[in-house]
């Protein structure tokens, strides 16, 4: 089935929802609130943020009063984690073979085999590898409600990196499966349509204390407009953990950090495996496409807390969702600050028990370096076949 990018018609909406409400509700990976009533009265109190949850409904208040310990958070990872084989270890559980059939109407081709045999280089192209782990992130929550089903149902945030936002919102049950995955096709093309522009790309950096990322940025385009080019690019595009970054821009940009990385303080440099500067303004054309897919998808209301790459805070409504996750294309990712907003509570409060759901540990390896006492209680939910005897 070929699906155009842009300007896609009402009639391919409406069979859009039809397959979403007939064929993506029914799997288990969206939330159901209404089935896991709060119980008044109990153990599991403990305050919430007065100056978010009392705008919430009493019932949801009620809801989000739990013991930490008691709890769970869930966090979906980005592009950049896919690897061949993965999805293996999934396809017995829940509907997951079922997404694969939708994801193959919707992307026109066959995500799955793509997925599990590759060829590899086509599944690290943008347009290939962001569809790739948002279905595989969305199988592994199959697999964790098929294990441990208390996980799913005692759920009170979650969270994903850039791509990852997408399966996480899913998961909050504020959009459709199916029509996530088409928003998700559409950014990825667009994404991948914007890095053809430009020679550019991204840069994993880590630093000593002293390092300054923001000036090693202005001395890399004070250098690309020595060399003549207009309106160079390099920002800091990702916030890891504590003098962890990931840097993007021009090409010429990022080869002088390179170059000067040992005067920049900076203890080691990376270039990442993608193939463009995401989240700087070098990805504004992919802006238009994305924000007119988001205007026609259904959006709700996440029914647990989900929380924005562009500022760290929680999304509060559908017009929310929209207007940030189109905004989050051209913005760094917050991801420490997500992190620190996520598990900040008063000294001797437990902590959540936190599931990452998806390919690769990165977001694991993150928590540990931002806060090793939530890291304590952290368990990947593996997407392979060699994860069967994993235990939670």
């Known amino acids: ?73 869930l966090l979906f990872p980005g592009q950049g984690t896919q690897f061949v084989g993965m999805g293996r270890g999934l396809l017995k559980y829940g509907k997951v073979k079922e997404m694969f059939e939708v994801a193959h109407k919707i992307l026109g081709y066959d995500l799955l085999s793509l997925c599990l045999n590759g060829p590899e280089e086509e599944l690290m192209k943008t347009v290939h590898c962001q569809p790739a782990v948002f279905v595989t992130s969305l199988a592994a929550v199959e697999r964790l409600n098929h294990e441990h089903p208390a996980a799913i149902e005692k759920c009170v945030a979650a969270a994903g990196f850039s791509l990852g936002e997408f399966a996480a919102l899913v998961f909050s049950g504020a ?106 303004t070098l990805m504004e054309s992919a802006i238009e496409p994305l924000r007119d897919v988001l205007r026609q998808v259904e959006v709700r209301r996440p029914e647990i807390k989900v929380y924005s790459n562009v500022d760290a805070k929680r999304y509060m409504h559908e017009g929310h969702v929209r207007r940030q996750l189109a905004k989050q294309l051209v913005s760094p990712v917050k991801w420490e600050q997500t992190l620190h907003e996520m598990y900040e509570r008063t000294q001797g409060q437990s902590f959540p028990h936190t599931y990452e759901v998806g390919p690769g540990k990165q977001l694991g390896a993150t928590l540990q370096k931002c806060n090793m006492k939530a890291y304590k209680s952290y368990t990947h939910v593996d997407v392979t076949n060699h994860c069967d005897s994993e235990e939670y």
């Open 1 to 73: 089935m070929e699906i155009h990018v842009v300007g896609a018609n009402a009639s391919f909406f409406n069979m859009m929802r039809i397959l979403s409400r007939t064929e993506a509700r029914s799997f288990s990976l969206c939330r159901n609130l209404s089935n896991h009533p709060p119980q008044h009265g109990s153990q599991n109190e403990i305050q919430t943020s007065p100056e978010t949850d009392d705008q919430l409904p009493e019932e949801e208040q009620q809801r989000l009063k739990k013991i930490p310990s008691d709890c769970t958070v």
């Open 175 to 280: 959009m459709d499966f199916a029509e996530a995955l088409y928003a998700v096709k559409v950014r990825a093309e667009a994404m991948q349509k914007a890095s053809e522009l430009i020679p550019s790309g991204m840069l994993s950096v880590v630093g000593r204390p002293q390092a300054k990322y923001k000036h090693a940025c202005l001395q890399a385009r004070d250098h690309c407009l020595s060399l003549g080019i207009k309106e160079p690019v390099c920002s800091v595009a990702n916030y890891l953990f504590p003098d962890g970054r990931v840097i993007a821009g021009h090409k010429e940009a990022l080869d002088y950090l390179q170059q000067n990385s040992r005067k920049l303080h900076f203890l080691r440099v990376r270039p990442l495996p993608v193939s463009g500067a995401f989240h700087t």
